[in-house]
């Protein structure tokens, strides 16, 4: 099993910033994708940006130019930078982690337990 554990979050007003950070219990290097979701109130889970293994990332377009993803090898982490925050920011995000698939548990993917996000003035 493969546990994710999440830090930052919580409440911030429009055009302000925060840091997620998502630290995985096993080496990085043995997870293909690390990625963060998140789920606003009655709406369905989508995807915000991606880590992959050999470096290379995607942002979703909703959030380009203001979220960035980056991974610290020593911490077995990724992080999510959020800047200029808009109220429609708000939502719980979630952690994902899919392993290569010659790591023990690779028949599942992987999430965190979800921080809240609220941008509200």
């Known amino acids: 099993q493969v546990q994710l554990v999440e830090s930052g979050g919580g409440l911030v007003q429009p055009g302000g910033s925060l840091r997620l950070s998502c630290a995985a219990s096993?080496?990085?290097?043995?997870?293909?994708?690390m990625s963060w979701y998140r789920q606003a109130p009655e709406k369905q889970r989508t995807l915000v940006a991606q880590?992959?293994?050999?470096?290379?990332?995607n942002v979703t377009d909703s959030v380009k130019g203001r979220f960035t993803i980056s991974r610290d090898n020593d911490k077995n982490a990724v992080i999510l930078q959020m800047n200029s925050l808009k109220p429609e920011d708000t939502a719980v995000y979630y952690c994902?982690?899919?392993?290569?698939?010659?790591?023990?548990?690779?028949?599942?993917?992987?999430w965190g337990q979800g921080p809240q996000v609220t941008v509200s003035s």
């Open positions: 994902y982690a899919k392993l290569l698939p010659w790591v023990a548990g690779s028949d599942k993917v992987y």
């Open positions: 880590f992959f293994i050999d470096g290379t990332t």
């Open positions: 096993i080496s990085i290097f043995r997870i293909t994708t």
